[in-house]
């Protein structure tokens, strides 16, 4: 076979061997079992003198200090002297929200950086944080002392692994998945796919006032729309080695892994159901490489066709005024809806590969030339800012919602009130000290396809922007990876507000938004004019 590129895999388990608090919600959650394990699933690319590692990780986000820690193990095990340029290495994550909470800092190193934290320091004097109100509590003795947890099936050794070991754990195995992909490099065939299956939709419902709310409620006549479309496209590598095997899958998908991501399982999600469906059709050693397109306003549920939940969850905004009589997709809350998503995806990559076995003339058309650039740059974007009339409005409205409360404690709902009011006065803190965000950007050309990756929670117009503009055949977009930007809305959104859109949200705005396509239109322009 011609067109040959050097390919390697490697899947390593990231589920951990004792409890976790899992990342994702305003509350604490400490898991309970394993639904399916958590992975790190690594792909290793060379043409030439040029090369690339993506790995995908079934986390909430990649941090910039993870990306450190990655990097210093894998100097450590010698991967530099192997070839291995460290730079060139792409971690991503799927955005489950049923993974680990590990130490992350902050992107920018500033006391005020993290817009996305509430402290007691921008509390009104006599009010602290409090984090006792857990969806499940650590058993405590008769004196009130917590009992360390016992060990179990799942969690053979006893407690809860803190955030400082949760970093160690998921550092070392990550470096161990991109080492061994990297060793285990070999010639082979990647063919290009397209498939749809319909998982991620819009999350944020527009009222006719011009406001907007995530997780809005849609059953009511003041709903005007919903602020964005969705993409139901899953763009596709497959590769193929020396045997004609099939030896891994690439699926670009805009929609974050979150079905469970109220519950306390440990759970993949529906990357996960989707692996263990492909499994059964292609064997166990296939491994499927699984990245997260620009979803931040994408959801896996229907807001206009509403099932609630099949148990409750803590969050105010997914528990409308009236029960749902509407009969549509199963919970996507739950493990039913995880399955169906599974099998959406999985069903559909199965069928475009085997249509493509059965058309020679398609499958030599989408076999990629053995073609690889890979460009690592900082890349650039302003600060979204506020003005001083926010920041006048943002210390009224927090001292005025905690003199009405009984309390001095500030729970998670509280929390979740004061988000964006508190958001707003770290910014102002923030733009005394810069006005660029930047981070690590990939850019990358391989055979006729365009990839390029991004640290923010992109919403689904941007990245419609740049696959429509694109020379390449087909655009390959990861979002939440290699750092974290929080959410990047559209000025429409911005507009509507509400949660994902505010200040608080995210770094950047609609400005830089753009920008971002700009930049990355252009950078794939490059890559074919300077053949």
Same mark, same amino acid.
Not at 151 to 178: C, H, N, S
Not at 298 to 315: A, F, G, K, N, S
């Given at each position: ?55 995908? =990780? ?6 910039? +200090? ?5 990097? %210093? ?5 010698? *991967? ?22 590990? !130490?992350? %800092? ?15 320091g921008l509390l009104p004097p006599g009010f602290y944080m409090v984090y006792d109100e857990e969806t499940a ?11 360390? &947890? ?6 053979? !050794? ?11 754990? /998921? ?28 998982i991620g939709m819009c999350r944020r419902v527009v009222y006719n006032d011009g406001s907007a709310k995530m ?5 009511? %006549? ?16 497959? =590769? ?23 519950? &306390? ?9 989707? !692996? ?37 969850? *803590?969050?105010?905004? /997914? ?36 249509? *493509? ?44 919602? =905690? ?7 500030? +729970? ?33 050309? /391989? ?34 990876? =290699?750092?974290?930007? @929080? ?18 949200? @995210? ?8 920008? &971002? ?7 794939? !322009? ?5 053949e």
């Amino acid at each position: 076979m011609a067109n040959k590129f050097l390919v390697g895999f490697s899947a390593v388990e990231l589920t951990p061997d004792k409890r976790i608090y899992l990342q994702g919600q305003f509350y604490q959650r400490i898991s309970t079992h394993v639904q399916s394990p958590l992975l790190a699933t690594a792909m290793a690319i060379r043409v030439g003198d040029d090369q690339a590692v993506i790995c995908s =990780c079934d986390l909430t986000s990649i941090a910039v +200090n993870l990306m450190a820690e990655i990097r %210093a193990e894998l100097v450590k095990q010698g *991967l530099p002297e192997q070839g291995l340029d460290i730079d060139k290495i792409i971690v991503t994550a799927t955005h489950t929200h049923t993974s680990f909470k590990y !130490r992350a %800092a902050p992107p920018i190193q500033s006391t005020s950086s993290n817009s996305m934290d509430i402290t007691e320091g921008l509390l009104p004097p006599g009010f602290y944080m409090v984090y006792d109100e857990e969806t499940a509590e650590i058993p405590t003795d008769e004196q009130g002392n917590p009992l360390e &947890l016992e060990a179990t099936e799942d969690f053979p !050794r006893p407690g809860i692994m803190d955030d400082d070991e949760g970093l160690a754990w /998921i550092a070392e195995r990550v470096a161990q998945a991109i080492a061994e992909a990297w060793q285990n490099c070999k010639p082979m065939t990647l063919v290009s796919g397209f498939g749809r299956a319909p998982i991620g939709m819009c999350r944020r419902v527009v009222y006719n006032d011009g406001s907007a709310k995530m997780w809005g409620y849609s059953n009511t %006549a003041t709903f005007e729309e919903l602020e964005g479309g969705n993409d139901s496209g899953i763009e596709l590598i497959y =590769c193929i080695d020396e045997a004609d095997n099939l030896a891994g899958i690439v699926a670009n998908i805009c929609c974050p892994s979150q079905i469970m991501e109220h519950r &306390l399982s440990i759970s993949s999600d529906y990357w996960g159901e989707t !692996r263990r469906r492909l499994y059964k059709r292609f064997g166990p050693d296939l491994k499927l490489v699984g990245l997260g397109g620009p979803g931040g306003d994408q959801c896996p549920r229907d807001l206009v066709r509403w099932i609630d939940p099949e148990t409750e969850v *803590l969050d105010p905004n /997914i528990n409308h005024p009236t029960p749902s009589h509407l009969r549509a997709d199963p919970s996507m809350f739950d493990e039913s809806g995880l399955r169906t998503a599974g099998r959406r995806i999985a069903t559909e990559i199965i069928a475009i590969y085997e249509e *493509l076995r059965e058309d020679k003339v398609a499958w030599e058309a989408r076999t990629q030339p053995a073609v690889l650039r890979h460009e690592v740059d900082e890349v650039l974007l302003p600060l979204r800012r506020v003005t001083p009339e926010e920041i006048t409005d943002a210390k009224r409205s927090v001292y005025d919602y =905690c003199s009405k409360l009984d309390r001095k404690g500030i +729970n998670y709902r509280d929390r979740a009130e004061l988000y964006v009011h508190i958001g707003i006065l770290r910014r102002a803190a923030l733009q005394e000290e810069i006005d660029l965000f930047g981070f690590e950007g990939h850019f990358l050309r /391989i055979g006729n396809l365009a990839m390029a990756t991004n640290p923010f929670e992109l919403f689904l117009n941007y990245g419609n922007k740049i696959r429509a503009r694109s020379v390449a055949e087909q655009t390959f977009l990861l979002q939440l990876t =290699c750092g974290t930007g @929080g959410y990047l809305p559209t000025k429409k959104a911005e507009e509507g507000g509400h949660y994902s859109a505010y200040v608080a949200s @995210g770094y950047v705005g609609h400005e830089g938004g753009e920008a &971002l396509v700009r930049e990355t239109l252009s950078r794939f !322009r490059d890559f074919w004019e300077k053949e």
